[in-house]
């Protein structure tokens, strides 16, 4: 039976490469988070001293990708590359580095407790590919992990696993 569980927590398992990354912009994060992607550049590229490669002229939507199957309709083929990760999983795997340069933690500042923090994954992180996530679609821990490594307490709620 221990085995058994073993396979399967190794399967949500996800290898995430160390550096070199190309960074395909979000159709939706810069709508509604506007600073979002060149934070998340700036901590890659100047707090981890990352490499990565963006073109902020384009921009990607992978659900118009996940439903056109693998494009056959323009002619061409698309080749899914060998390390594919969400701009998540880059943070959650550098999570304590990135921890370790923080000025603040998740405390409360007058008390030093943690602060209580809730995560919300959304359907595009795991549902459409459930073996793609960390820990899986039902369970993801990538936020998860950023909330317990950088001070704060889970809290769980009814809807943290709705889309």
Known sequence: MKTRKNEIWASYQKEIADDH?????????????????????????????????????????TGIAYHSGVKRSTGKIFEIPKNLVHASDVIYKFRKEISAKAKFRLLNQNTREPLKV????????????????IDGAEYPYVLAGLIDDWGGKQIDYPERRHC
């Not at 395909?24 to 060149?38: D, G, H, L, T, V």
């Not at 700036?42 to 707090?47: E, T």
């Not at 809730?118 to 996530?133: E, L, N, T, V, W």
């Open 21 to 61: 990354y190309f960074f395909a912009r979000s159709c939706i994060r810069q709508n509604f988070f506007p600073a979002a992607e060149n934070l998340y550049l700036n901590i890659l590229r100047n707090d981890l001293g990352k490499d990565i490669y963006d073109d902020a002229r384009q921009t990607t939507c």
């Open 118 to 133: 809730i995560d919300h994954i959304g359907c595009h992180y795991a549902k459409i590919f459930p073996q793609k996530g």
